[in-house]
């Protein structure tokens, strides 16, 4: 193995404005020897996620920032090649959510979940049975504490959290409105998702179609755009809304932002607003991702997966998917799992 080479993406500077591919380093490493209580894994798919944006930042955040020179974070699937934790064999297949932008990746082995694929592709352990679909979860259930027969508007419904929400809601018993960027999205939400409705935020009349998708108005708004988006739908609150605030993708890459025009609605609907970061509740995971595969394999959950080719074009699909390039959860697969024994040769 000493003749092997890691290759890392690091952040090479803060952005101005929009993500740009030369905002990113490529570095060629050795390949990492797992010390103790670590496991070397050789990295299969790498998730790609909007929080990354808000780690390139300067500013203060719910976590540390980067600093230039630094790896990029992000959470992978790969095969333990070699380990030192007992718990977890060679030839395993994890899932880490810190092992960041590169071919290999030492981490500790209690960081790890082994992947039990009970007949699903590993890639769903980045998506619909991984963090996103815990997020939808968690937001919609926990934090949204959504009732049978209500009405759930979710932004970025085509995406790797807001496809979940609406399926979810059906599964609920409520009725599930999306918002996505252009026509084929939404019909894939509609159609293939089963979303009772969809609304496209690029067409000119998307207030009155909104109003027309809401006629009960909204009990749960899941927000994972902001901007605009997030002050429309603000006007269709119900009585004691809950609005979950799960993320802000369309301000990632302006600074400052415009702000909230519509939070008179707020006060006079006497509604809710909670914000959460999914990595605080390891407690809810468990159960979670046990509902998520049984309905994944049920047929009641699907999913969509956007893949990019080679950790070379991981700067540039990452840039595209923060302006609404992806179509489904976006991954970006770093080799064939079939050639990894011949990488060792």
Known sequence: MSTLRNLQVRMRRFPQGHVDPADFEFVETAVPAPGEGEVLVRNVWLSLDPYMRLRMDPRRSYVEGLRPGELMPGSTVGIVIASRDPSIPVGARVVGARMGWQRWSC???HGLRIVDENGLPASTALGVCGMPGVTAHYGLFAVG??????????????????????????????????????????RYAIEELGFDDCIDYQTPDFDARLVEATPRRVDVQFENVGGTIMDSVLTRLNDYARIVLCGLVSEYERSPTAGLRNTREL?????????????????????????????????ELRYREDVTEGLENAPAAFASMLRGGNFGKKLVRLCDERTIGQEQQ
């Open 145 to 186: 504490r959504l009732r049978r027969g209500e009405t759930v508007v979710v932004s970025a419904a085509s995406g790797a959290v807001g496809s979940v929400v609406g399926q979810l809601a059906r599964i609920a018993g409520a009725r599930a409105v999306g918002i996505a960027g252009g026509a084929a999205k939404c």
């Open 267 to 299: 006060l006079v609907n006497r509604a809710s607003l909670q914000a959460f970061i999914i990595s605080e509740h390891p407690e809810y995971w468990p159960s979670a991702l046990d509902e998520l595969a049984k309905w994944v394999r049920g047929g």
């Open 107 to 109: 981490a500790p082995g």
